[in-house]
């Protein structure tokens, strides 16, 4: 089973305007970490945002958030006022305490930011 | 100024070779790691090294091997057991595997002819 799932392969989004990127994830762990990584068409994975399993508020980071609904198993992330320089692959990711740390990656939704 | 550079960025190679893919930092991190991408995939784990000397298999290891000599430089080797190995690498830090963040370098096109 997937334990990281993107179901949009590709988004798009007017510039200035915000967006929603899904991720659903699974596990049984009950100590785990969120992550959204960006990666431009040069190819390098920039962090943007962490959530932990036991924070109580959504993560925030600038223009970043975290829309994380624990029951659901969701960890969405909100870009606000988009920007054309956004336009990129975004990951969401995953580490397990009990997976030795390691992070998991979902495919990727592919953000087009148009003019 | 500090963080991961890994070279080349485009290597070649022909069927049957071993090749090294070298990444190096400067941040004085002590995990490094190694993942690897294909064309409309996340990444996946090769391996890792949480500490000098000491490696571990991530999730698709068969046909690589590494090396931790030092703690700036963590070399991966793909083999020609690796059956399909035109892909791109990635080399990563964290200051521990405990921390949040894993900073990347600006990775390796790897192409088998």
């Known amino acids: 089973a997937q334990k990281i799932t993107q179901t949009q392969p590709g988004m798009f989004v007017q510039e200035k305007e915000a967006v929603t990127l899904d991720c659903t994830y699974d596990?049984?762990?009950?100590?785990?970490?969120l992550f959204w990584y960006k990666q431009p068409s040069s190819g390098e994975m920039i962090f943007l945002i962490y959530?932990?399993?036991?924070?109580?508020q959504n993560a925030t980071e600038g223009r970043y958030s975290l829309n994380f609904q624990k029951a659901r198993k969701s960890a969405n992330l909100v870009i606000s006022a988009s920007q054309l320089g956004d336009s990129a692959m975004y990951f969401c990711a995953m580490r397990e305490a009990g997976s030795n740390y390691k992070l998991t990656f979902g495919k990727g939704t592919l953000l087009t930011v148009n003019p | 100024d500090g963080g991961i550079t890994q070279s080349p960025k485009y290597l070649f190679r022909k069927e049957g070779q071993n090749v090294t893919l070298s990444c190096e930092q400067n941040?004085?991190?002590?995990?490094m790691y190694w993942y690897r991408q294909d064309p409309g995939q996340g990444l996946r784990l090769i391996y890792y090294?949480?500490?000098?000397?000491?490696?571990q298999k991530g999730d698709i290891a068969e046909g690589y091997s590494v090396s931790r000599e030092k703690k700036e430089s963590f070399p991966l080797t793909v083999t020609s057991a690796q059956k399909n190995p035109t892909a791109f690498y990635l080399c990563a830090s964290s200051i521990s595997p405990l921390t949040r963040e894993q900073f990347f370098g600006p990775g390796t096109r790897l192409t088998v002819l």
């Open positions: 959530q932990g399993s036991y924070d109580q």
């Open positions: 941040l004085n991190h002590d995990a």
């Open positions: 090294s949480q500490i000098v000397n000491d490696f």
């Open positions: 596990t049984s762990d009950p100590s785990y970490g």
